[in-house]
């Protein structure tokens, strides 16, 4: 099951907190960048810089709306990681549910000994 | 009548370098523990089905190793191995935790268990190693690469292969 090519650069977007704390302004609608210098107390060089490399990855994209830039959020690329995640959680699962059904056939061993 | 627990294991990320999962099991935790550390036991489960287990060996004592070795049906094999840190019948296990293969994902697996009303909750907890600390990196290209490392954990997971 190997991952879709993008998905580590959308991990490698998502590890760094400050980047996800623009996502997370991003989710109440489009902002420019001022806005978000504003919500999250960075200098304006430190947002411009993660909201190239979530737009690198497709996280976000921008247009122009008069004199400013606007960025918003495109949560359908989260989707390789929602998947992934979910695939290791069937993993997950199936060990610990093979793990359940063994200790119920120990125990039913148990009881009719 | 018991309820049907398949399935039921919460996954959590409490930080970028730990994985959590949590799971309940209608069994005292004795019987838990055992199913945990005896290799007649870990054999009945730990592989998938279809897939061989051709080690499975368990030295439970502090500085004791353990490895688990399955060849899956299109003959891959997946090697698990570690070391016991810390071991406290019938409720806590502490080890080192290592997917051969993936020599950067040793992670420290602490394993949890308690029980309540002959239920015993499992918590097992895999910490991967800050190599942020280790290469003197930045705090952030340090968390990066932790997720780097997790991910290549949950990866060889999925598809234990080598990487290319």
């Not at chain 1, 980047?19 to 609608?29: C, K």
């Not at chain 2, 499992?122 to 490392?149: I, P």
């Amino acid at each position: 099951m190997p991952l879709a090519p993008t998905t580590p650069d959308v991990f490698k977007a998502i590890a760094e907190e400050h980047r996800r704390e623009i996502l997370d302004a991003l989710m109440a609608g489009e902002k420019a960048v001022g806005a978000i210098v504003t919500d999250l107390s960075m200098s304006q060089p430190q947002v411009s810089k993660h909201l190239r490399v979530l737009s690198e990855v497709g996280l976000v994209t921008c247009r122009a709306d008069g004199r400013h830039r606007l960025y918003r959020l495109e949560p359908e690329h989260l989707r390789p990681l929602r998947d992934w995640l979910s695939k290791y959680e069937q993993a997950v699962n199936d060990r610990l549910d093979r793990m359940d059904d063994y200790l119920k056939h120990v125990q039913q061993q148990g009881e009719s000994q | 009548m018991t309820p049907h627990r398949h399935g039921s294991a919460v996954i959590e990320f409490p930080s970028a370098l730990e994985i959590l999962t949590t799971r309940e099991f209608d069994a005292p935790i004795e019987l838990v523990f055992d199913v945990l550390t005896k290799p007649e036991h870990v054999r009945q489960w730990f592989a998938p089905f279809d897939d061989t287990m051709t080690v499975c060996s368990i030295d439970l004592r502090v500085g004791g190793a353990y490895h688990f070795v399955f060849v899956t049906k299109d003959g891959r094999e997946c090697s698990f191995r570690g070391t016991y840190l810390e071991i406290e019948r019938p409720t806590r296990i502490v080890d080192t935790w290592l997917f051969e293969g993936w020599p950067d994902a040793e992670a420290v697996e602490t394993v949890d268990l308690h029980e309540t009303d002959g239920v015993t909750q499992l918590k097992t907890n895999l910490a991967f190693r800050d190599q942020a600390g280790r290469d003197h990196m930045t705090k952030f290209d340090g968390q990066e690469d932790s997720w780097d490392k997790m991910e290549d954990y949950l990866r060889s997971l999925l598809d234990p292969r080598p990487r290319d």
